[in-house]
Structure formats: structure tokens, C-alpha cells
């Protein structure tokens, strides 16, 4: 028995019992497995400990991925509750799926439980379809066809990741319904990708780089199947005596090529369809089942393609949409000005997760009196129009700045009330700033903060404090509170950070846990040059969890006069942005 994080006691007693068992944090993650769960699950401890027990073991009746809120196993010991069941499916280590029942029970304080222990046994049970390692299509029983197509929509509908997606449609079809799974993608220009060609190799999905990547493109008129079914035809069954002739056009040879690389001696294809055009091709193949496909196979088939065309499609238009907004939002980011006496550097990084598209920003410009004006911001939302609303923001504020010579907080005050009227923003947060020359290298820093993360300062010896001072509402809350301003001097060596909550927010943890990370990390960068000293603070502090997009903008007094300043050449827009 291997345990991780257990309490002893426990661990001892499940490995004294005769039953299979683990145990299981608060999360669902494994902590101790005993002996007999090893040998029941064909696995070795060291592949279990540490893993989330669902996404590892437990799947549905036809061997697939389990959604977490349909798993008995899970609600129990994310719950915190006794409970037991039978005709539950797990994943043995050789592929096959094992019929259990289970009980699990929570251990730890009353109320408060750290964790759960399961017990489990084999039992007799119908047998699954993916329990036989291959089925032939047309034996699947009627019900048995309307679970895989619910299966198909609900595994396929839980992304807007294309290759997710597509991988997930392989995953469905091998090696339940065929020993090999081809997809061809319709891309640009019409274009054809042939995105996978996957088997199974000891129950592990396998892919054949070597038959991937371009394709010739489709013939107008070629009578074969897959050129067919890239034009939008219906499902047609084929074999390798189809390609044996001369062929037609050049995907005609390729074809001859995957039928004799892998072997496949039978084969149906159906088109991908969406609502709007023909978005690629889903061959199945058999080389190691005796059995050819049927044309009663064809129409479950189209159903599975039917379903995988619709969910394409939608991964598909929203990440045209996210490009559009991250690329709109990365161009509409300023060049950063040349101030003599100052450095300056930014970044800006999206959000992880395709879904984030955000509205934040930075900006820095020179105003009419010869100060530095400084802002970075968010604007509330995570979409276009909040991409499309930080544009707006942005502007107002650069135009209303340099027009008029007020503090920051006049021009954040007008800005909030322009904000939802002109910029129609419902709500965001605001640092903006005024940098003016004190005395030789000295600067006379004055903002104000709306609802903000506060801006960190650091010395050349590596001494930090958060700027706190001026804090305000955020914007978009109507108040009619006067804005507070603050100031601070800037010396040779400091360091001033702005950016924006995606550096230190993240859902594991509470944001001063963020931001006493990001201090530490910025103390121990304070003699790196600006802008390893902004990569390098973005590397080591941005949460792994982030969900949020990121913009971060540094500015520094140089330790040391830079006689030679004016004399440099204009460096390209890349070097003060980070795009």
C-alpha cells in the first residue's frame, strides 16, 4: 500500500482489509490505495496516489468519460456522506471495465470531514459494451445506439476546444465501433488537414503522426468515397480495392496510402456536417475485426458525425470570436513613449482558458505640461464587448487627459461619469497616474484608484510597500463621492508596478495570499534589468489557475543617470510593449 497525506491510522486499517480500498481527500484525490485494490484495478499504487479517483477510474457502462454529476461516487465524497451502490463501472489498468459495487463513508471531525474512504468489490453485471473490446455497429441493440448518441452530444457539447473536441470523437469510436478512426478537416481556403488516424494499442488510443498533416485538395467531381463525403455527401462504405485502379487526383493516392499502411480491409465514411457547409470527414475502419461494415451502419454513423459536426461548429465560431477579440484587444494596447530619465515596460497576456477574453489594459503618454500620465485598468466582463468597452475607456481617458490639465482625480471623476452614458461600461476598476521630474532623478508620483489593486512599489535594495493610498469606488457605481488622491516620491533604483487582478486573484486562493507572492517575487527581481524583471515577475507570480487575462505595466527610475539616453536609436514598438 503507497500513501500520501493520509493519517496513519487510516492507512494501516485499509491495509489490513481483505476488500479492495482507498482513500480520498476532500477534492476526490487519492491519498492511499491498499493491496487488494491494486490487484482488483490491474494498476500500481504509484498510478493512483495523488490522482482525482473520478477522472482516473470511473466510467459510463460503454467504457467512456463520466460526467462528473452523473458519478454516485463523486456526490458522496465531495459531499461528505455515507453512501453505497451497486452496477457502477470502473477502468482496470488493461482496459477492461470492471462492474462494482461501493461504499464510501467520510472520516475526519463531525461536520467537518477530511476526506473519505471507499470500499469496493467486483460483482456481476450485464456486460458492457465496451467490456467486449470491439462491437460491431450493427449489433448494437436500439437502446444501446440511443445511450451512444447521448453520450456523443453530452461528451462533445462539454467544450468549445476544436481539438478537444475531435479528440473526444475518437476516444467514442475506437475501439468500441472500429479499429481505426480517421478525421479530415476542411480549413482555410478549402484546405484539407487529415487531423488524426488513430487505433488501439493495448487499450490505449494511438495516434500515426506519420499519416497526418496536408492534404491534396477535393476533386469537383471524383466519384471516390472521401472526396465525396468532403463535398457532403452521404455516408458510402469502401475497402482498399476501391483505390486500387489509377487514381483520379492526388488525395486519391493518399488514400491508398492509409489503406495500406494500416491494414484496414473495410471502411465507411460519413461527412461532417454543420448548418452552414462541410466541415470534414469521419472514416471508420476495420483491419483486425473480421467483419465488413454494413450499409445498416451507415446511419448511426451519420447520427455520431451529425452530432460532432454541430459541436465543431460551435468550437469553431467561438474561437473566431475569441481570436477576433484578443486581436482587436492586443492592437488597440499602446506603444509605450521614450521618457528621458525614465524605463518602461508592459505586458499583456490572455487569459489560459479560450473563454476569457477580457477588457484588460494598460496605457502610458506624454501630456501637454511634460508629465507621464499612467493608467492601467479592467473593465468588468470577459467577452468582445468588454474587449470593445476597454478600447472605448482607454480613449476617453487619453483625450480627456491631454486636453485638459487636471489632477487624476478630476479626470477619473469625469470619466466615471462618462463612462456608462458614451462608453456604455457598466462597471470597472482604474489606476491612473501623473509622473512629474522632482529634482534630478527624482519623480513626484500622484494618483488616484478606483477600485483597484494598489500599485507596488520597490527599491533598489529590495524594500516593498503597496501603494494604498488614494483608493476610491470603482467606476460605474454612480457615487458622488469626491475621489481621493496620494502621492509618492520615486528615487533612484524604484520600481512601480501596475497591473491588473489576473496576476494575483485566482480561485485556490485569497487575494493576499497573491499578493504577498507577488512581492516576494518582485523584492527578489528588484536588480534585474526592466524587462527580464517583467517577465520573470509574470512567470513566477501568475497563478497556475488563472482564469483571468493579465496586463502589467512597470516603470523605473534608473539607479544610475543614463548619460547616453538621447543619443539611442528608436526602438521598434515590441521592446516597450511585450506584443
Known amino acids: 500500500m503507497v500513501g500520501g497525506h493520509a493519517p496513519d491510522i487510516l492507512e494501516k486499517a485499509i491495509g489490513c482489509l481483505s476488500a479492495a480500498a482507498y482513500l480520498a481527500d476532500e477534492r476526490g484525490h487519492i491519498l492511499a490505495v491498499n493491496e487488494s485494490a491494486v490487484d482488483l484495478l490491474a494498476r500500481p499504487a504509484s498510478e493512483l496516489v495523488g490522482r482525482d479517483a473520478h477522472e482516473a477510474l470511473h466510467r459510463n457502462r460503454h467504457g467512456g468519460p463520466l460526467p462528473g454529476v452523473q458519478c454516485a461516487f463523486k456526490e458522496a465524497v465531495l459531499g461528505g456522506r455515507t453512501a453505497q451502490g451497486r452496477e457502477e463501472w470502473l477502468e482496470r489498468g488493461d482496459g477492461a471495465l470492471l462492474p462494482v459495487g461501493w461504499l464510501a463513508t467520510p472520516y475526519g471531525p463531525e461536520g467537518r470531514p477530511s476526506g473519505s474512504l471507499v470500499i469496493f468489490w467486483a460483482q456481476d453485471a450485464p456486460e458492457s459494451p465496451a467490456a467486449r473490446p470491439r462491437q460491431l455497429m450493427s449489433s448494437l441493440t436500439e437502446l444501446e445506439r440511443l445511450a451512444l448518441l447521448a453520450e456523443t452530444t453530452t461528451l462533445l457539447s462539454t467544450t468549445l476546444d476544436v481539438e478537444e473536441a475531435l479528440s473526444s470523437l475518437v476516444r467514442l469510436v475506437v475501439p468500441r465501433l472500429a479499429d481505426w478512426a480517421v478525421i479530415d478537416l476542411i480549413t482555410k481556403g478549402d484546405e484539407v488537414r487529415r487531423f488524426a488516424v488513430a487505433h488501439c494499442e493495448d487499450g490505449e488510443v494511438v495516434y500515426r503522426d506519420d499519416l497526418q498533416g496536408p492534404m491534396p ?64 470527414a469521419l472514416t471508420l475502419g476495420r483491419s483486425d475485426q473480421p467483419e465488413r461494415f454494413t450499409p445498416g451502419d451507415l446511419a448511426l454513423l451519420e447520427d455520431i458525425t451529425r452530432r460532432a459536426g454541430l459541436a465543431l461548429d460551435n468550437a469553431l465560431l467561438y474561437e473566431r470570436q475569441r481570436r477576433v477579440a484578443e486581436t482587436m484587444q492586443r492592437y488597440l494596447l499602446p506603444r509605450l513613449p521614450r521618457v528621458k530619465g525614465l524605463r518602461l515596460a508592459a505586458r499583456y497576456l490572455p487569459a489560459p482558458d479560450a473563454s476569457q477574453v477580457g477588457g484588460d489594459w494598460y496605457d502610458a503618454f506624454t501630456l501637454t505640461d511634460g508629465t507621464t500620465a499612467l493608467a492601467v485598468g479592467d473593465v468588468v466582463g470577459h467577452d468582445l464587448e468588454a474587449a470593445a468597452g476597454m478600447a472605448q475607456l482607454r480613449n476617453m481617458l487619453r483625450a480627456y487627459a491631454w486636453m485638459r490639465e487636471q489632477t487624476p482625480s478630476e479626470v477619473v471623476d469625469w470619466l466615471d461619469h462618462a463612462t456608462g452614458p458614451i462608453a456604455q461600461v457598466s462597471m470597472a476598476t482604474l489606476i491612473f497616474a501623473r509622473l512629474a521630474t522632482a529634482r534630478e532623478g527624482q519623480y513626484e508620483l500622484t494618483w488616484t484608484n478606483a477600485g483597484h489593486p494598489p500599485p507596488l512599489l520597490i527599491s533598489y535594495d529590495g524594500v516593498t510597500s503597496y501603494l494604498t493610498g488614494g483608493h476610491g469606488v470603482l467606476l460605474g457605481t454612480g457615487s458622488q463621492q469626491p475621489r481621493p488622491e496620494a502621492s509618492v516620491t520615486l528615487r533612484r533604483g524604484d520600481t512601480l508596478v501596475l497591473y491588473t487582478d489576473g496576476l494575483v486573484e485566482a480561485p485556490d486562493r485569497s487575494i493576499d495570499e497573491g499578493l504577498e507572492i507577488l512581492r516576494r517575487h518582485a523584492a527578489s527581481l528588484a536588480h534585474r534589468p526592466l524587462e527580464s524583471f517583467i517577465d520573470l515577475l509574470l512567470e513566477r507570480t501568475r497563478p497556475t489557475r488563472n482564469e483571468d487575462d493579465v496586463a502589467v505595466l512597470a516603470i523605473r527610475v534608473p539607479a544610475e543617470p543614463d548619460l547616453y539616453a538621447d543619443l539611442l536609436p528608436e526602438l521598434p514598438d515590441s521592446e516597450y510593449s511585450g506584443l
Not at 476533386?219 to 487514381?247: D, H, I, K, Q, V
Request: charge should be positive; aromatic fraction near 4%; avoid cysteine.
Open 217 to 280: 485538395p477535393v476533386p469537383e467531381a471524383s466519384p471516390m468515397p472521401l472526396s465525396r463525403a468532403l463535398r457532403g455527401a452521404a455516408a458510402s462504405l469502401t475497402g482498399p480495392e476501391t483505390y486500387n485502379g489509377p487514381p483520379d487526383a492526388g488525395i486519391a493516392v493518399e488514400q491508398r496510402r492509409l489503406f495500406e499502411a494500416t491494414g484496414m480491409h473495410s471502411a465507411a465514411i460519413a461527412p461532417i456536417l454543420s448548418h452552414r457547409r462541410t466541415l470534414g
